[in-house]
């Protein structure tokens, strides 16, 4: 099967055209999976458009050695990156420099022209991010893909569909690997709020230490945060923690679906039961890109 | 621009206000700015014409021009970077190129702007012709830009070429895919990395599989290139090496066009920068009401109707409505009039207006007749940052006359706000004589707020006065409600300055002032008694 296509798939079943893909962690195969979206947008012959949430901390990919994963793009493509990690080959088309800075210096947005292996990399802001993405939009492009970062995910809205990417990076076991997705999951699919019960509001992020003040003081109340990115601090689900809590959110966000990753540096995992746990754990359909299954 | 004024006397006079209203827009604006200087003594004759040129274009151009000039110049990237690569003999990246041609469009359509609007007085930024039509091949609909083929027939064969190879070594690959998934039974391999499970995977495995890593139950792969699939990759590569030389050599090619037009790209991006902080004062004198002064030779600051912007904003933001002062000074004044009735303001709009004329802009004023000066000096309590804890009011007042009388400037603007109120009157109006008496002496125009009596008298100086309250303001029976009391005063406070005749008598409306303001009746009436 081609993973890809069911992504994409999963995305346009709730009509979305924008797809992030945040990780639970580094190296769990984020880049591998827009990749993979990226070719089955290829096979459609669908413009679409890539960009990234900032720099998110992989400055040297582990296997490549090079600054950032590299993506190999075919004429047609639309990507936004930094003007210093524009190829000199092959030339690309440049349609504008935004006025936005990546952590890398000055954005381009450009078209692909020839095939070949390009750098993404995005604005560090969430509001940048969204206006990167409408220009891709707004350039031509039917499909966006993000290769996003949790420790970024403010950036994820409620237009977007969100892929989890999850690998053998993330846990030293299949099963807590599985629970750090499980966590992310269920953060970012927080119920929205029940207007008719009693509800705490909170203005900005649910932090772990007001998670432990809530639970020591008994709240029953619902706690109410605007969405689930504000209760995704560090890079982890605060959620997680706080199973005796009633967490709920002003608008919803929409996780479709799951990837996993059963290698990493350090370990790799059994990939069946690996995808298997996975799926059991986050509840959502889950995709083995490397081994091109499904549970 | 090194301005004939301190921070603290720009502060008081508006001065750091008009040189943000008058802001150019863009970075080639604010480069000009910084080479401008302040008109000073000396300069009469170039003030008069570019004030005349930012007043004629005021009344000329409509303000949609302008602002369609304004983003115009701001729509064109800073060509710098690369004008500095090129002549330090480096070859031009795509982006260099991209923002090159934006910045030819932008050049083209604000000449095409200032030619419609028959923009005069300020010169037109060149055309560089030559790179325009270089750079035409590489413009994408999108107004992208692109090394296209049409930039070379070398570059499009080299390119048809590898598209070719990618096309066969993409064919090569996926014959290799198609038969590692049927040796593992699989419906697809993907294109990249990927897992084959062991039990699929009857040893030996084929040669079309490369293992990158093994697991207990799997391999982690990639295909692995046979002898035909590397032939074409080799090829592939010659071809990728070819078009990666060719797109250098037109890179090299368009980076030498560049640098021939260096000196116009450098003259554009200048006069650009002229045009963004000449429409900045156009702008600026359209928003505001200014007439085109007389730039005198002789030293005065003479106004009929003047307005202190920044208070004018200030009031108008507030639903209250500012009183224009008018005022003749040709020498040494002295101001007098009640507490709240102007005087400070009209100290800081003689400020204002010399100013603008420094400024090269038009005068916010019905008329104005204003000399140049090569000092500008506020002495008073003025900001708080200037105070230090050693140093009282009086204190820093006589450290500020001190420095300016250091100065000894040959034409200085001295605009003097309460001297000495606050050290012994006897003292103090002493002084204060003494200086009126010494800024005539120097033939400086200067301004001199107080309320000491008879100043000007003394000191042989004309008389200027606020002409007061009109009439006692209302009093309110209910409590004192501050801004009501302030409106109150307005409504009957007049706010113009008049030369005082010998013998006229003056207003006395601090009683009146204090009894709006909610001071105890009792002690109001003790005082008129005292009187």
Redesign the interface.
């Known amino acids: 099967?081609?993973?890809g296509e069911a992504l994409i798939a999963h995305a346009r079943a709730i009509a979305k055209r924008s797809i992030v893909v945040v990780g639970t962690a580094k190296n769990v195969g984020k880049t591998?999976t827009v990749?993979?979206m990226a070719?089955a947008l290829e096979r459609r012959a669908e413009a679409f458009g890539l960009c990234s949430i900032g720099h998110d901390g992989e400055s040297l990919d582990v296997l490549e050695g090079t600054a950032k994963p590299r993506v190999f793009l075919r004429a047609g493509a639309f990507f936004v990156t930094a003007?210093a990690l524009?190829p000199?080959?092959?030339?690309?088309?440049?349609?504008?420099?935004p006025g936005e800075d990546s952590a890398l210096g000055p954005i381009?947005v450009a078209?692909v022209?020839?095939?070949g292996f390009f750098e993404i990399a995005g604005p560090p802001s969430a509001a940048a991010l969204r206006r990167m993405i409408q220009r891709l939009f707004a350039?031509g492009a039917v499909t966006v893909l993000v290769d996003g970062a949790i420790d970024r995910i403010a950036a994820v809205r409620s237009e977007d569909a969100i892929v989890i990417a999850t690998g053998a990076a993330s846990g030293a076991t299949p099963q807590s690997a599985a629970r750090e997705a499980q966590a992310l999951s269920e953060c970012l699919r927080l119920p929205v709020v029940d207007e008719s019960r009693a509800a705490l509001e909170l203005d900005g992020a649910l932090t772990a230490s007001m998670v432990t003040q809530f639970l020591r003081a008994g709240e029953r109340r619902q706690i109410v945060v605007r969405d689930a990115t504000r209760i995704v601090a560090a890079g982890r689900s605060v959620a997680g923690v706080a199973r005796g809590l009633d967490l709920r959110c002003e608008r919803s966000l929409h996780a479709v679906a799951c990837t996993v990753c059963?290698?990493a540096p350090s370990r790799?995992f059994?990939?069946?039961e690996f995808l298997r746990t996975v799926a059991g754990a986050v509840r959502l359909p889950c995709y083995?890109?490397?081994?091109?299954a499904a549970a | 621009m090194t301005a004939p004024w301190s921070a603290a006397c720009a502060a008081e006079i508006g001065a750091d206000w008009l040189e943000q209203e008058i802001a150019p827009a863009g970075d080639f604006g604010r480069r000009a700015r910084e080479r401008e200087h302040v008109f000073v003594l000396g300069d009469e004759a170039q003030a008069r014409e570019a004030i005349a040129r930012v007043y004629a274009a005021a009344e000329d151009v409509p303000p949609e021009t302008l602002a369609q000039l304004c983003e115009a110049v701001l729509a064109c990237p800073d060509p710098g970077m690369a004008l500095a690569r090129v002549l330090g003999d480096a070859t031009l990246t795509d982006a260099d190129l991209f923002e090159l041609s934006r910045f030819v469009d932008g050049l083209e359509r604000v000449r095409n702007l200032m030619t419609n609007a028959a923009l005069a007085g300020i010169a037109m930024p060149p055309w560089p012709q030559a790179l325009a039509l270089t750079l035409r091949d590489g413009r994408t609909p999108q107004r992208g830009f692109y090394l296209s083929d049409a930039f070379d027939p070398e570059l499009s064969a080299a390119r048809a070429a590898a598209v070719a190879l990618h096309a066969r070594f993409d064919a090569e690959r996926t014959r290799l895919r198609e038969r590692i998934a049927v040796y593992a039974g699989l419906e697809d391999v993907r294109d990249g990395e990927f897992v084959l499970m062991r039990e699929r995977a009857p040893a030996p495995l084929p040669a079309e599989i490369r293992v990158l890593r093994e697991a207990p139950t799997y391999w982690l792969c990639e295909v692995a290139l046979d002898e035909p699939a590397r032939t074409v990759f080799t090829l592939l590569n010659a071809a990728e090496q070819r078009v990666a030389e060719r797109e250098e050599a037109v890179r090299a090619r368009l980076s030498a066009a560049v640098r021939a037009v260096a000196p116009i790209l450098e003259d554009a991006a200048e006069k650009l920068g002229a045009v963004d902080a000449f429409v900045a004062r156009v702008r600026f004198a359209q928003r505001y009401r200014t007439c085109a002064p007389e730039v005198a030779e002789v030293p005065c600051v003479q106004f009929v109707d003047a307005r202190f912007l920044p208070l004018e904003r200030s009031l108008e933001s507030r639903g209250h409505r500012y009183a224009p002062l008018s005022l003749t000074l040709d020498s040494v004044g002295v101001l007098t009039g009640p507490n709240m009735g102007g005087k400070t303001a009209a100290l800081r709009t003689v400020g204002f207006v010399a100013c603008c004329v420094a400024l090269g802009v038009p005068v916010p004023a019905a008329s104005a007749r204003v000399s140049l000066f090569d000092d500008y000096a506020w002495i008073g309590i003025g900001t708080e940052a200037e105070r230090t804890a050693l140093l009282s009011s009086f204190g820093l007042e006589v450290t500020q006359l001190r420095d300016v009388l250091s100065r000894a400037p040959e034409r200085a603007l001295v605009l003097v706000d309460e001297f000495a109120r606050t050290t012994s009157p006897r003292e103090g109006r002493a002084l204060l004589v003494a200086l009126v008496e010494w800024l005539r002496a120097t033939g400086v125009i200067a301004l001199v707020a107080t309320h000491f009596s008879r100043i000007a008298e003394d000191a042989g100086a004309p008389h200027f006065a606020v002409v007061g309250l009109r009439e006692p303001p209302r009093r309110s029976t209910e409590a004192v409600d501050l801004d009501a009391a302030i409106e109150r005063i307005a409504e009957v406070m007049d706010y113009r300055v008049h030369r005082v005749a010998a013998d006229e008598p003056l207003h006395a409306d601090a009683l009146a002032l204090a009894e709006v303001l909610g001071l105890d009746p009792a002690l109001i009436a003790r005082a008129r008694a005292v009187l």
């Not at chain 1, 083995?288 to 091109?292: E, I, P, Q, R, S």
């Open positions: 099967m081609h993973v591998v990749t993979a070719e003007r524009l000199a080959h092959p030339a690309t088309e440049i349609l504008e420099m381009v078209r022209r020839t095939a350039h059963p290698a790799s059994e990939p069946r083995d890109v490397y081994a091109g």
